[in-house]
């Protein structure tokens, strides 16, 4: 069975500091990977995807993620924060057959000034 | 903008009543997903269609049903309402059965 798991509930940076949210996978097919972000009284929005082409994968707003098969990650990074940054950010994974997308409980992202 | 649509966006109703959330898909997607975000549950996946057919059920309460028009627009259903049931209602849609999903801007219900 597919899990995934989003370590820290709730992540607090400082303005300009680098964002590192956690993403721990268990699969036994390789998987499909993505981030998505909720930015607050808003829907989920596409963050960036990784379907086993490059495990550096570049998303938008300047995000991206590394796919790690030895360690089963696929951490969320960005150099900088910005106070637009402030939101709730999900992993999720499909894998073989199932397509159904699993998701991780969520990190909720608090950018400081 | 996703492209999926989601009406209403907000919606007061009071125990005991019924409603129906709208959606419609990005065009040409096949699938459409429906998700329930609470505080206390986070995100939970309440059922999938595909062309017009169940796909995947997932914690979905016996009181709340779903279909998939011909059109391939959605209707979830919530009957009987509790307290309880006050929460953001999403959409989603995906061009196949499963990968990645779209999402609407939501649907928020609260139950007085």
């Known amino acids: 069975a597919q899990s995934v798991t989003q370590l820290g509930s709730h992540v607090s940076v400082s303005e300009g500091a680098l964002v590192l949210l956690r993403c721990n996978y268990s699969s036994s097919v390789p998987p499909y990977l993505f981030w998505y972000v909720q930015y607050p009284n808003q829907g989920l929005q596409l963050l960036l995807k990784?379907?086993?082409?490059a495990t550096l994968v570049k998303g938008i707003n300047g995000f991206e993620a590394e796919f790690k098969k030895s360690e089963t990650s696929f951490h969320l990074t960005k150099p900088s924060a910005h106070m637009s940054d402030a939101a709730e950010y999900f992993c999720a994974l499909t894998a073989g057959n199932n397509r159904k997308l699993i998701w991780g409980l969520g990190t909720s992202l608090a950018v400081n000034p | 903008d996703s492209g999926v649509t989601q009406t209403p966006k907000h919606l007061i109703t009071a125990t005991g009543q019924r409603v129906t959330l709208r959606c419609s898909p990005r065009s040409g997607d096949l699938s459409v997903y429906w998700y329930q975000q609470s505080l206390d549950q986070g995100l939970q996946f309440l059922i999938q269609y595909y062309n017009g057919e169940e796909r995947a059920k997932g914690n979905i309460l016996e009181r709340f049903s779903a279909q998939q028009f011909p059109d391939l627009h959605s209707e979830l259903n919530l009957s009987s309402l509790e307290l309880g049931d006050s929460a953001l209602y999403f959409c989603?849609?995906?061009?196949?059965?499963?990968?990645?999903?779209?999402f609407g801007p939501g649907t928020r219900l609260t139950v007085t």
């Open positions: 990784y379907t086993s082409a």
């Open positions: 989603a849609s995906s061009v196949a059965s499963g990968g990645e999903q779209y």
